[in-house]
Each structure stands twice: as structure tokens, then as C-alpha cells.
């Protein structure tokens, strides 16, 4: 158990390579009611959001959830976060832990019009079930009594009266569900999942597994990979960044940077050969000289090889660059992968 954005969480139950295992394999489920949940809702709902965020909220169709950022006036990245609409005027934000202050103070700071947001992070839990028989235990728990949402959508339902919301997102590059609930339902629901998940070959997973399967596919860490200082583009997720909308907070800066580049990129990096587990911070050298360090590195559990992200000035940041990473003095051979590592295969939809 370690301290994880304020809250007590585990690192692994069994192990973390049985857990990782079990994610790619079969099902696993992770507690994530350490996540924030505000709910924005008004008549200047839209536009408020749109302002605040990067990607464009318009498009969202109700029952629809979006990968999105909320960004400093320099364009750095404050929060990475998905957002879901749950009614014409209604929406929910799922952002991280670590952040749940800092956004709901950034986003209070910029309030206008017919807009009400609300902050429930403390009352309500999460729940994220992961992998290729998600949608089988789906099916299973509802009993046909209920469709499962598609990729990115979410469905709402009550539960002996209570609302549930289930969306189908993820963070694993699995097929999944995120349940979001009354934190007073948490314990029974997490009971429930586990009872009903034993057929399907699911095991609780935590923060180790949840960390080395999102490095498999590339997932940027708030925190790690992502910062104040550090923009979607120079991320490589400008995908999520609509820059065809109106006006939003750090548009001016990402201008910029589109018209005139970026000094520095963030890459994928795989170990050549043998050598000892990555972690953040170890030296990223380039003919001898240090060029960075990495955000993120791991042992690749499916891979059987050290896995990492970091920052490298942007005339290296090409797929098939070599590097070297400097692990306790020694220094042992690395290049740039196409993302992600690890490409799931097709689960039953």
C-alpha cells in the first residue's frame, strides 16, 4: 500500500505480473474511486466547457465520452481528463486524483454564464473492470436487461435506486468498463464484481499492473508524462486538441507552436537487448551527452523488455533513433518505437 494522490492504494494484491497477466489475458479490476468526478450542468454549459478544453465538446452526442486536456494560459497541460455528456445541459469529468483540487479551482476561477459545477470526488467511487472478457461479464451481471455502451459512450442506469454510471473507456488498451456510483454502494459493488468475475478469470489489480499496461500502450501519466510545463503537442496528442473550434484557454501558445515547432517531443523508447528495469528519471544520453531523462519506464510484462517515455530534442524524436539510458552508472542501448508497444487483440464486442 503506498500514498497515491492522497489516498491509500495498493500497488498489487498477488503480484503485479499475475495481475498484468490477468488484464491481457482474462479480466482484472481496479479500484479508481480515488478519481475526481465534477459535474457541470447549465444552459452555458457548452460553451463554458469548450472554452476550457481542448478537444471539442460540441461534438459530444448525449451517452458520449471524449479524451480531453484543460490547459494553462502557456499552453501546459494542468489535467488530462475524460468528459461524458450526460443529458443535453449535463456533464460529468473524470479527472485524476492529484489534480481534483487544482482543477475544481482553475475551472472556478474561470465560472461565467448559466453554469453550475459541482464537485462530488468525495461521494462518489469507481470501479474499472479491464480485459478481453469485459464484455462477457457485461452481459453476465446485466442479464440481458441492459445493452452494453459502445466505445466511448456511457450508460446510465439506477441500481436499487441508486444512479450508476457505466462507461467504456479505459486505461489499459483492454476492453473495459469504468462503473461510477455512490461511494455508499462501493464495498457491495466491488463484492458483487469480484463474486461474479470468478467465472471469467478476474483478479483485483493495482497500481503496478494499472502502470505497466498503460505503458504498453503508450498512455501518457498526469504528473509523469505530462505537465505545467509541458503541452499536448509536445506530447504527440494533438489528436485530442480541436484547434478548428472557437477559442479556448492556451489556443494562443499551441499556435505558436504549430506555426514554428516544438524544441523537444515525447517518444516511445524500448530497450535493445538485456538490461535492467527502466524507471523515471534515468539519464537519456545521445553520443555521450545526456538529451533528457524518462518520464516513465518499466519492464514490459508482455514484452519480456524495458519499456519507457521521455522528452528528446525534436530532431531526434524519429522512429528508429538510438539512444543510450543510463541505469546506475551503466549505460545500455535503446530506440524509438511506433506506438504503442503492445496491440491488444480483438475481445468480443
Given at each position: 500500500?503506498?500514498?497515491?494522490?492522497?489516498?491509500?492504494?495498493?500497488?498489487?494484491?498477488?503480484?503485479?505480473?499475475?495481475?498484468?497477466?490477468?488484464?491481457?489475458?482474462?479480466?482484472?479490476?481496479?479500484?479508481?474511486?480515488?478519481?475526481?468526478?465534477?459535474?457541470?450542468?447549465?444552459?452555458?454549459?457548452?460553451?463554458?466547457?469548450n472554452r476550457l478544453l481542448t478537444?471539442?465538446?460540441?461534438?459530444?452526442?448525449?451517452?458520449?465520452?471524449?479524451?480531453?486536456?484543460?490547459?494553462?494560459?502557456?499552453?501546459?497541460?494542468?489535467?488530462?481528463?475524460?468528459?461524458?455528456?450526460?443529458?443535453?445541459?449535463?456533464?460529468?469529468?473524470?479527472v485524476n486524483a492529484a489534480k481534483i483540487d487544482e482543477d475544481l479551482a482553475w475551472?472556478?476561477?474561470h465560472l461565467a454564464g448559466d453554469v453550475v459545477l459541482e464537485n462530488h470526488s468525495a461521494t462518489w467511487c469507481g470501479i474499472a473492470i479491464q480485459g478481453p472478457r469485459a464484455a462477457q461479464l457485461f452481459d453476465s451481471f446485466f442479464g440481458g436487461k441492459h445493452s452494453r455502451p459502445a466505445r466511448n459512450h456511457l450508460l446510465a442506469v439506477q441500481i436499487d435506486g441508486l444512479p450508476y454510471y457505466i462507461c467504456r473507456t479505459g486505461y489499459t488498451g483492454e476492453d473495459g468498463f469504468e462503473v461510477f456510483c455512490p461511494a455508499e454502494r462501493a464495498v457491495k459493488s466491488w463484492n458483487d464484481v469480484l463474486a461474479r468475475g470468478v467465472q471469467f478469470g478476474l483478479k483485483p489489480c493495482g497500481l503496478g499492473a494499472r502502470d505497466t499496461l498503460r505503458?504498453?500502450?503508450?498512455?501518457?501519466?498526469?504528473?509523469?508524462?505530462?505537465?505545467?510545463?509541458r503541452t499536448p503537442i509536445e506530447a504527440g496528442l494533438s489528436i485530442f486538441v480541436d484547434m478548428g473550434k472557437p477559442d479556448f484557454i492556451g489556443r494562443a501558445a499551441l499556435d505558436q507552436q504549430k506555426t514554428g515547432?516544438?524544441?523537444?517531443?515525447?517518444?516511445?523508447?524500448?530497450?535493445v537487448g538485456a538490461a535492467p528495469p527502466l524507471r523515471s528519471h534515468y539519464p537519456v544520453l545521445k553520443d555521450g551527452q545526456q538529451i533528457g531523462e524518462l518520464c516513465s519506464g518499466s519492464l514490459s510484462p508482455t514484452l519480456k523488455v524495458g519499456i519507457g517515455m521521455a522528452y528528446v530534442p525534436t530532431e531526434f524524436a524519429r522512429i528508429g533513433e538510438e539512444f543510450e539510458i543510463d541505469i546506475r552508472g551503466r549505460r545500455y542501448p535503446a530506440r524509438v518505437e511506433k506506438k504503442p508497444f503492445y496491440r491488444p487483440q480483438p475481445s468480443d464486442q
Open positions: 500500500m503506498v500514498d497515491f494522490g492522497g489516498w491509500h492504494m495498493p500497488v498489487q494484491y498477488g503480484g503485479i505480473l499475475e495481475e498484468h497477466a490477468a488484464v491481457r489475458s482474462a479480466l482484472g479490476v481496479f479500484d479508481i474511486s480515488h478519481m475526481g468526478q465534477f459535474f457541470v450542468q447549465g444552459g452555458g454549459a457548452l460553451d463554458w466547457l478537444n471539442n465538446v460540441a461534438r459530444l452526442g448525449i451517452g458520449e465520452g471524449q479524451y480531453t486536456f484543460l490547459l494553462n494560459d502557456a499552453g501546459g497541460v494542468i489535467d488530462d481528463l475524460i468528459i461524458y455528456r450526460l443529458a443535453d445541459a449535463d456533464y460529468l469529468l473524470v475551472m472556478q476561477s505503458l504498453e500502450m503508450c498512455y501518457p501519466l498526469n504528473g509523469s508524462d505530462l505537465a505545467p510545463d515547432g516544438v524544441p523537444r517531443r515525447l517518444v516511445p523508447l524500448k530497450m
